[in-house]
């Protein structure tokens, strides 16, 4: 089945030391999504690729990068996590040329920082 | 900015009833969607809704848009313990670039 993949689901990491989130799609979609969510609220959105092409949100900290390396992988690299990062982290696909806008998301990374 | 106000944020029921979650706007959306949310896990998407005056049915779930496309709402009838979760409405915006808008959403808990 068409799907989108996150790895690790469950990711612990230390105050300030560097970690990297997977996403991948099998959908053949054009634009990938990262969320982050934290408990019982909205996803809020911290970027976005359309193809190639990197959209940044205006609050999104300078502490969150990312990559999309080829259409099916897309990283989230946070640089120096602190403890207002602990959350959920999602990713999502959507085809920007479909009628619907319809996003799918994956299952999430739940991102700890002791 | 597009505001989508979802109601209500909090729903606990006895299984068997019937509840309906809303959400409502004043800009115009070009689809919407609903999803589902459980602990630990992704939204699950539902349906999606593009023409206005549409009504979807998934099994004892409705969800209709609204005429304008400003506002839909979710409908479960006789409600069960495995529709327990967090209900997500998001709107996708031309204007907003294809962003979607999601409302707060509604954290449902079905009792046995």
């Known amino acids: 089945d068409a799907m989108v993949i996150q790895n690790p689901r469950y990711q612990v990491t230390q105050f300030g030391k560097p970690v990297t989130l997977s996403c991948s799609q099998t959908?053949?979609?054009?634009?990938m999504y990262w969320y982050q969510q934290k408990s019982s609220q909205a996803p809020k959105l911290l970027f976005h690729?359309?193809?190639?092409?990197?959209?940044n949100e205006a609050d999104t900290p300078d502490n969150f990068q990312s990559r999309r390396p080829n259409t099916s992988f897309c990283f989230l690299d946070i640089r120096s996590p602190g403890l207002g990062d602990a959350a959920m982290y999602l990713c999502?696909?959507?085809?920007?040329?479909?009628?619907?806008?319809?996003?799918?998301f994956g299952p999430g990374t739940r991102l700890t920082v002791l | 900015t597009q505001l989508l106000e979802q109601s209500p944020q909090f729903l606990s029921i006895q299984e068997g009833e019937n509840l309906t979650v809303y959400c409502n706007s004043s800009?115009?959306?070009?689809?919407l969607q609903w999803y589902r949310q459980e602990p630990g896990e992704g939204p699950v998407l539902l349906v999606t809704?593009?023409?206005?005056?549409e009504v979807k049915k998934l099994k004892r779930l409705t969800f209709q848009f609204g005429d304008a496309r400003k506002d839909s709402s979710l409908h479960i009838t006789a409600a069960q313990p495995g529709d327990t979760g967090l209900y997500l409405c998001?709107?996708?915006?031309?204007?907003?670039?294809?962003?979607?808008?999601f409302g707060g959403g509604t954290r449902l808990m079905v009792k046995p």
């Open positions: 999502a696909t959507s085809r920007r040329d479909s009628y619907t806008d319809t996003q799918y």
């Open positions: 959908l053949n979609h054009n634009v």
């Open positions: 690729y359309y193809d190639k092409d990197f959209n």
């Open positions: 800009s115009v959306f070009s689809s």
């Open positions: 809704v593009v023409t206005g005056g």
């Open positions: 998001a709107g996708a915006g031309r204007n907003a670039g294809n962003m979607l808008t």
